[in-house]
C-alpha cells in the first residue's frame, strides 16, 4: 500500500465512524455540563496516555471557549495536570489510586466526571488491567452523587457499562478513537459555549 491509499483509507474511515457517531449519548453529555454550569457545579475530568491529554484540552475548552461575557463560567479540574501529586499518589498509593484520590475532598452531588479511555478499560497490558484508575475514581463518583460521563470507542469496555452516559467512537482503531475524541470534545464545548450565550435571553 502506497502513501496516497493508506491516507485516503485513513480518512474515509473518519469520516465514516463521524457519520457512525451516537447522537442521543452526545446530547444528553451537553444538557449534563449544562445543567452543571447553570448550578455551579464542578466538572472533573481524566484520562490516561493520549486521552489524559484530551482530558487537558477538554479542561482548557470547557473553561475558555465556552465563556461568555457577562455569564458566570464553567468550574473544571483536569486530574491529569498535577504531575506532583499524581507521582506521589503513584508513589505511595499505587497507580489505581491517582484520580480516586484526588477526587476524595472535592467530589459532590451534583457534579461531572468526564473520563476518557480508547478501550474503556478493557483488556489488559504488561502493569495488568487498563484504566483501572479511571473506573476506581467512577465507583467513587457514583457513591457521592457525581454524574459521569465516559468517552470510549471499541467495544466501550467497562464504561459503556458503568458510566450514566457514554459516547462510544464505534471503531476498533486507537488512532480513530483518539481522534474523534477530540472533535468530540470540541462539539461538546461549543454547543455549550451556544446555550450559555444564550441563556437569559
Known sequence: MNDDTYISEFLSDMENVLRRLPREPLSRAIDALFQAWRNSRTVFIAGNGGSASTASHFACDLTKW???????????????????????????????????????????????????????????????????????????????????????????????????????????????VESCHVAIEHLICDRLRQRISQEGE
Open 66 to 176: 465556552t465563556a461568555s461575557p457577562g455569564k458566570k463560567r464553567f468550574k473544571v479540574i483536569a486530574l491529569t495536570d498535577n504531575m506532583p501529586l499524581y507521582s506521589a499518589l503513584v508513589n505511595d498509593e499505587g497507580p489505581a489510586s491517582v484520580y480516586a484520590e484526588q477526587l476524595e475532598p472535592f467530589a459532590a452531588s451534583g457534579d461531572v466526571l468526564i473520563l476518557i479511555s480508547v478501550h474503556g478499560g478493557a483488556g489488559e497490558g504488561n502493569a495488568g488491567a487498563w484504566s483501572q484508575n479511571l473506573l476506581r475514581a467512577l465507583q467513587l463518583a457514583a457513591s457521592r452523587g457525581v454524574q459521569t460521563i465516559g468517552l470510549s470507542g471499541f467495544d466501550g469496555g467497562a464504561l459503556k457499562q458503568m458510566a450514566d452516559i457514554c459516547i462510544v467512537v464505534p471503531i476498533d482503531s486507537t488512532p480513530h
